[in-house]
Structures are given as structure tokens and as C-alpha cells.
């Protein structure tokens, strides 16, 4: 069996692969709630906690409750219910899922700064012949503002950027893809000046990679989403790219720690490749 655990390690769970129904979902939830460009899911063969921690619960929808670390922020499994399969995020994986992807749903509710360019089929909602209801997509709380708007995905956390990034770039690190639950980070960086948050900063958890120089993992303590990460420090804030309501101007333009990308993943784009990590530029003024 492969384990898998959360970024602080409070959560630990094994799978047995092949996970059925491996595909990647861009709807807004997902996107939110990670603060990444997808989410990738699939349904193991088995499953087992090793060890749980606390969690954040937030139904999301009415028939699903997403379930995060209370203490990291990483999404973790819930419990199956009835017959339904247990879908896992393979992002986090630290081993082969077994199986192949099958494609992209809610390819209609992508990033826009996301281009899906694999060649695997990609469906406007749920795949053909899939019977569930669709959730509304939800609408930004904070009217159109000069400045990029984000939100989690509850809406209670909102934050003004400016679209002048100093760099905006795709993270495979082993540490990301635990944090994001994802297969990777997508990652905007700000200087601190051009930067507020407009409401709910109370609720931003943090947590920091005790050995990490500089790894910290923000979230909405309501709903477990992504959240910027103020690193007031080297005078910039991290902003995960799902929680974006507005488009910006410069979408990522590298990948940085792919020699740390989970091995059963094709970068389909062109973007330069870095295996370790690049230096992120001082904020001028």
C-alpha cells in the first residue's frame, strides 16, 4: 500500500492502487478550496487511516463536505458513505496510482490563466452519462475593484492584488503537492504594498515547515481554503492562484521542482523546466 499524509503529518493513510476514475476537476470548488489549477482524484482499491488529526469540515456543496488538516491547512480524506466510492486526491501521492487519467470535467469552469493542452478528453461539466446534480458557481462577494479580487471558498476570507506580478510560476515540491493537495502549487507573487486583504484576515491560519527556511501554509480557518501567505519578512505575499475571482493579466510562466514532480505526471506545456527552485526577485521600492 502507498501512504500519504498532510503537510504537518497529523493525517497519515495508505491506498492500495489502481485508483478507478482517475481524472483532473477544474470546477470552482476545487479550485478554491486548494488554491490550485485543478485538482486530481481518483478512487483507490483500498483504503486505511494511520493516524487522524483535527479537522475543518465545510460542506461545499449539499451533497459534499470538504474535509481539511485543522492544523496545515492540506485537504484530507473523509469517510465513504453508504456505497459511494472514496475518491482520494493523488497529487500528494508518493507512488504510482496505477491507472491512467481519463480526462478533465468542468473544463467550462477552468482557470483562465490554465490552458488544458494534454489531448485527454475534456467534458463542460460531469463525464457523459454521469447522473448527479451541478452545483452554482459561486459569485464573488466584493464588487469590481481596481486590483485582481480572490476569496476562499466560503467567501468570508476576500483580498485586493495588483496585477503586476513579480513572478507567477507552477511549484512540484513534495511540500506543495501536501499542502495544496494537488499536483502542483500555482503560485502569484505580490510585493507586500500591493496588497490587502478586504475582509476576514482574522480567519487566515498559518503554518510553518518547522525546517523550512521559509514554507508557510495559510488558510481560511472556516473552510480549509488556500490562502495568501504574507511574508512581511522579504516584503511579499503569496497568493494561490484557484482563489483568484478575476483573471490576471500574466498567467505562470515556469515550472520550478520538477525533479519532485510525481512521476506519473506529463507537463503537457512548453514553459521552462527547473528541477530545483529559482530565486524569487526582491520587490523594488
Not at 488554491?35 to 456543496?61: C, D, K, L, N
Not at 478528453?121 to 446534480?133: C, K, L, S, V
Not at 466584493?142 to 471558498?153: I, K, T, V
Amino acid at each position: 500500500m502507498i501512504e500519504t499524509r498532510c503537510l504537518c503529518g497529523d493525517h497519515v493513510w495508505k491506498i492500495e492502487p489502481p485508483l478507478a476514475l482517475l481524472h483532473h476537476c477544474h470546477c470552482t470548488y476545487c479550485r478554491k478550496h486548494q488554491g490550485s489549477a485543478f485538482t486530481t482524484m481518483g478512487a483507490p482499491a483500498a483504503f486505511e487511516w494511520v493516524s487522524r488529526g483535527e479537522v475543518i469540515e465545510y460542506q461545499s456543496t449539499p451533497n459534499l463536505k470538504r474535509l481539511s488538516c485543522a492544523r496545515c491547512g492540506s485537504c484530507v480524506p473523509g469517510d465513504p458513505e453508504g456505497d459511494a466510492p472514496l475518491f482520494l486526491f493523488a497529487g500528494p501521492l508518493e507512488g504510482e496510482p496505477g491507472s491512467a487519467i481519463d480526462g478533465h470535467i468542468f473544463a467550462a469552469t477552468k482557470a483562465p490563466w490554465f490552458e488544458i493542452e494534454d489531448g485527454l478528453p475534456a467534458f463542460d461539466g460531469y463525464p457523459t452519462g454521469y447522473d448527479a446534480p451541478e452545483a452554482p458557481t459561486p459569485e464573488p462577494k466584493d464588487p469590481p475593484q481596481e486590483g485582481l479580487r480572490g476569496s476562499c471558498l466560503c467567501g468570508e476570507v476576500r483580498f485586493v492584488a495588483a496585477d503586476d506580478p513579480i513572478v507567477v510560476r507552477h511549484c512540484h515540491c513534495m511540500r506543495c503537492r501536501r499542502a495544496r493537495s494537488a499536483l502542483h502549487a500555482s503560485n502569484f507573487v505580490v510585493a507586500q504594498t500591493g496588497f490587502r486583504f478586504t475582509a476576514g484576515e482574522e480567519l487566515v491560519r498559518r503554518y510553518k515547515v518547522p525546517e523550512a527556511k521559509y514554507f508557510t501554509q495559510a488558510f481560511c480557518s472556516r473552510c480549509g481554503s488556500a490562502a495568501p501567505v504574507v511574508d512581511a519578512n522579504r516584503g511579499i505575499v503569496v497568493i494561490p492562484m484557484g482563489a483568484f475571482d478575476d483573471a490576471p493579466n500574466d498567467p505562470p510562466f515556469e515550472h520550478i521542482f520538477v525533479g519532485s514532480k510525481a512521476s506519473w505526471y506529463d507537463i503537457p506545456d512548453g514553459f521552462p523546466q527547473h528541477e530545483e527552485g529559482t530565486p524569487v526577485p526582491t520587490p523594488k521600492g
